[in-house]
């Protein structure tokens, strides 16, 4: 029996490694990353070090006990206190750099990250300094790694209307680095409507439109995405599966979701991976993609993502393939980045 059981724990083992192994090399795009939820530990003290600024904890263990949240807002705290190691271009450029190299690590090919432009400028870094530095890293990727992406910028939902309409008419000189839009932060209390203005502003600009919502917000939060902002992609929309109307609608659609699985459960949206309902509504036809949101704060980026939904859910090769192909289709890549990266996935999922 012993010999047994050391038979059966060693091919489990080999089948995990495996698997991680084919997840980790299957090429995959993100659509839905803060750039400042990438700051990991030992870059904040770097960056702090640098800088000259004071931070609360004595070391990287305390920062990381830090992490440990009961909803989004304990998470906002935390996360406007690590910003605030950020001050120069070049802060900014290492900050994208190290995120982007983890991608390299992982095989994600296109990358579409968020960032809070009214996060900096509120604490007197110029606009520039922070697109200027991201968006060098970005190019950077591109010739060096052969990573593709598209750069989001996103209003602070907490905050005025005017204060992201401020943002919008600033952004304009950047239109060549700067992609689209979006909407992040505290969602309870702060619905679609309330920015209803500044998106319409944005559309007659040409950008593409994301928007986040149904998270801890409502699934009436989404359908106000969709009719009163008009965004091409919902960012979570995990509450959708509570509204069968709404369910029908995003499938028939095919409106895009993109999902963060270990964000969820870090932020107490479900209690465990096991009771996460991606793959249930990636079975029903939903274009649900997957994502790492903050991976510095949340435990993981985008191999960690699905390896947790292959731990705990069981995630099949075809429903993996499945979620790529979701991510390829919803990305804002132009169509001949897309047939490239379609072209990536088949080479891989035929000779594997």
């Known amino acids: 029996p012993r010999l047994c059981l050391g038979r059966d724990f060693f091919l489990e083992k080999i089948m995990s490694e495996i698997s991680h ?3 980790n090399s299957l090429p995959k795009i993100e659509l839905h990353l803060h750039i400042e939820g990438t700051l990991e530990p030992e870059l904040l003290f770097k960056l702090a070090k640098r ?3 004071q931070l609360p904890f004595n070391n990287i263990s305390e920062v990381k006990e830090a992490y440990q949240f009961s909803n989004l807002q304990d998470f906002l705290d935390i996360y406007y206190q690590g910003a605030k190691v950020l001050l120069h271009k070049q802060d900014f450029y290492d900050l994208t750099w190290a995120y982007l190299l983890k991608c390299q690590e992982q095989n994600v ?3 579409e990250p968020f960032f809070d432009p009214q996060t900096h400028t509120s604490r007197g870094v110029p606009f520039e300094t922070v697109v200027n530095g991201i968006s060098e890293a970005l190019a950077d990727a591109k010739e060096k790694l052969g990573i593709s992406s598209r750069l989001i ?4 939902r907490h905050l005025s209307e005017e204060s992201a309409i401020e943002t919008l008419k600033f952004s304009g000189q950047f239109m060549g680095v700067i992609y689209g839009v979006g909407l992040d932060s505290a969602e309870m209390g702060n619905p679609p409507e309330k920015f209803q203005n500044v998106f319409n502003m944005a559309k007659n600009m040409g950008y593409k439109l994301v928007a986040h ?4 917000g409502p699934a009436s939060y989404i359908w106000s995405c969709l009719d009163i902002l008009n965004v091409q992609r919902i960012d979570h929309g995990i509450r959708a599966i509570d509204d069968p109307d709404l369910m029908l609608r995003l499938i028939e659609t095919q409106m895009p979701l993109t999902v963060c699985p270990l964000s969820n459960v870090k932020l107490r949206v479900f209690d465990s991976m096991k009771n996460h309902t991606i793959l249930d509504m990636l079975d029903l ?3 649900v993609t997957v994502n790492s949101d903050d991976p510095s704060y949340f435990g993981g980026y985008m191999t960690e ?3 947790a939904l292959d731990d705990s859910l069981g995630l099949s090769k075809d429903q993996a393939s499945r979620l790529i192909k979701n991510s390829i289709d919803a990305s804002f890549a132009e169509e001949g980045r897309k047939q490239e990266l379609f072209n990536l996935l088949n080479s891989y999922i035929t000779n594997q």
């Not at 910028?153 to 602070?156: G, I, P, Q």
């Open 305 to 307: 993502n699905f390896l």
């Open 153 to 156: 910028m996103c209003f602070l």
């Open 285 to 287: 036809g939903l274009c």
């Open 109 to 111: 090919v296109h990358v």
């Open 51 to 53: 800088n000259s600024i």
């Open 21 to 23: 192994n084919w997840l």
């Open 213 to 216: 919502a149904g998270e801890e």
